[in-house]
């Protein structure tokens, strides 16, 4: 029997993951197949027991139960434990361990196109769950330092102290007193969710030259305001969905055991466009 795999949360409409992982089964001709399911806030525990009923094989997690996940799992990666959140979950003969793709994903395209982070100033706009597996992944890779500007300080200097504890020399200030500094950084990452709608950047790009990295997590619109004011500039650029594409191929990994058809993945994300 074919293997069945789904992403879970709510709203799950637009999710590019089915086509993503279809794309991947054609490819290689696996008898597998990916849905969309959704699950709203507060059900979540009953949609698991229907998911283990039907004998998933594995599942994606997305808002709003990436954090609540944690608690239905019976074992736990240590790339979960260290982010507290979950994103992907196996199920092996009922027993489902926790993965947090996310920070393997944000970094795929810095070593797909070579791109150094160790030695590296980063500013980081943004302080939420995303941007908590982004510090975990920058400490991984030995980053100098981080600047976290978000809009609340109390939860950039949150995560400031996350960072810090897991090595990584970190500060926090407010978006607003990022002013014309971006200038003084190598990589510049934008993890709010200011751009879904098309709102201009939080931040100002001037002046920051061709060598600065410029990566902007939203991947719907691909280009964003912020993405649009780094191509002004000739930066070098990471859209949001190379970071989607790099998780989604992590987590492929997880469930199959063989290396993912990366380009077969990527020409289907992009077709959702
Ligand atoms: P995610 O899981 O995508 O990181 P989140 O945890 O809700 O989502 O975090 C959203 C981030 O976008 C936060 O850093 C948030 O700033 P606050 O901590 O101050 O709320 C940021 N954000 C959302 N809307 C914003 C806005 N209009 N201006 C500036 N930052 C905004």
């Known amino acids: 029997m074919g293997k069945s795999f789904a992403v879970i949360g709510d709203p799950i409409d637009h999710s590019l993951s ?42 994606n997690i997305t808002i709003p139960h990436k954090i609540e996940m944690m608690r239905y799992l019976d074992k736990i990666d240590e790339s979960c434990s260290l982010i507290g959140a979950v994103n992907t979950v196996s199920n092996i003969d009922g027993v489902l361990k926790g993965y947090n793709t996310d920070m393997d994903g944000f970094l795929e395209p810095f070593k797909k196109k070579e791109l150094n982070i160790i030695g590296t100033k980063i500013l980081l706009v943004g302080a939420g769950g995303a941007a908590r597996a982004i510090v975990a992944g920058f400490a991984k890779e030995k980053a100098k330092s981080i600047t976290i500007a978000n809009r609340s300080l109390e939860k950039a200097i949150n995560l400031s102290k996350f960072a810090k504890t897991i090595g990584l020399d970190a500060n926090a200030i407010e978006i607003k007193d990022v002013k014309d500094t971006a200038k003084d950084y190598n990589i510049i990452v934008n993890a709010t969710s200011v751009g879904l709608k098309n709102e201009s950047s939080v931040i100002e790009l001037k002046g920051i030259n061709e060598k600065t990295i410029v990566y902007d997590i939203i991947y719907m619109p691909m280009n964003t305001d912020f993405i649009k004011k780094a191509k002004e500039e000739k930066a070098i650029i990471i859209y949001g969905y190379e970071m989607l594409l790099g998780q989604a191929v992590r987590a492929f990994e997880i469930w199959h055991g063989i290396e993912a058809p990366y380009n077969a993945m990527k020409k289907a994300l992009l077709g959702g466009f």
């Open 18 to 59: 089915p086509n993503i992982h279809s794309a991947a089964f054609r490819e290689l001709d696996l008898d597998s197949s990916y849905i969309a399911y959704r699950i709203p806030k507060g059900e979540l525990e009953i949609g698991i027991d229907g998911l283990k009923k039907i004998k998933i094989h594995g599942f």
